[in-house]
């Protein structure tokens, strides 16, 4: 089973400042990945940054990077140099890597705002 | 390439009806699943379809089904709809399975009320 944990319900960050967002998880599998997905008020989920757990390298994507701390189960995401495009409502997830049904365990999101 | 899209967009029912939402999945996508997301909750997941085979469902009563179809596309349904099923429904494709990793790719959501 797994769980994911989002403690900050909403943050706020001024325009060209750097924001972390938190998140722990629980999980019972072996290998999994964790995932930063945002969901803008239009809706669409959109994958912004992925890291597969047996990779000690923290996954970064342009702005975007990750702390994870496998031992801790913490999984933070740090935006930098924040966009007003990047308000929206940001989920932490998890998944099983390999064999089947892998679906995604997300945690209950952190609205983010961008302040001009 | 075109991406996931679901129809319809919004629907409202009432208690007791069905409903039927649907989704066509990614160009090249054999695998769909289904989320729910309540209002200020994140997305949970419903169950997966793979090759027309469910595989894997979440903690969802009987009354929420599923059908993939042979070009990939899918159905959820939802028989005897309660006030709580009021949500946004959410569809995502991927490559499907053989690999360590698929990336799930979500549609627009539908906006379910029930009243």
């Known amino acids: 089973a797994q769980t994911v944990t989002q403690s900050q319900p909403e943050m706020s960050v001024q325009e060209a400042e750097t924001v972390t967002l938190s998140c722990t998880y629980d999980?019972?599998?072996?290998?999994?990945?964790l995932f930063w997905y945002k969901q803008p008020p239009s809706r669409q989920m959109i994958l912004v940054i992925r890291?597969?757990?047996?990779?000690?390298q923290n996954a970064t994507e342009n702005r975007f990077s990750v702390n994870f701390q496998k031992a801790a189960k913490s999984f933070s995401l740090k935006i930098s140099d924040s966009q007003l495009g990047d308000a929206a409502m940001y989920f932490c997830?998890?998944?099983?890597?390999?064999?089947?049904?892998?679906?995604?365990?997300f945690g209950k999101g952190t609205l983010l705002t961008v302040n001009p | 390439e075109t991406g996931v899209t679901q129809s319809p967009t919004h629907l409202i029912k009432t208690r007791g009806q069905q409903v039927t939402l649907r989704c066509s999945s990614q160009?090249?996508?054999?695998?769909v699943s289904w989320y729910q997301q309540a209002l200020g909750q994140g997305p949970q997941f419903i169950f997966q379809?793979?090759?027309?085979?469910?595989?894997g469902r979440g903690n969802f009563p009987p009354r929420f089904s599923g059908l993939q179809f042979p070009n990939y596309s899918s159905e959820l349904n939802v028989n005897a709809l309660e006030l709580d099923d009021s949500a946004l429904y959410l569809c995502?494709?991927?490559?499907?399975?053989?690999?360590?990793?698929?990336?799930?790719?979500f549609g627009p959501g539908t906006r379910l009320t029930v009243l």
């Open positions: 997830a998890s998944s099983r890597a390999g064999g089947s049904n892998y679906k995604l365990t």
């Open positions: 999980t019972s599998e072996s290998d999994y990945y």
């Open positions: 995502a494709s991927s490559l499907g399975q053989g690999s360590s990793y698929n990336e799930q790719f």
């Open positions: 890291q597969e757990a047996y990779k000690q």
């Open positions: 379809y793979y090759r027309e085979e469910e595989n």
């Open positions: 160009s090249g996508h054999n695998t």
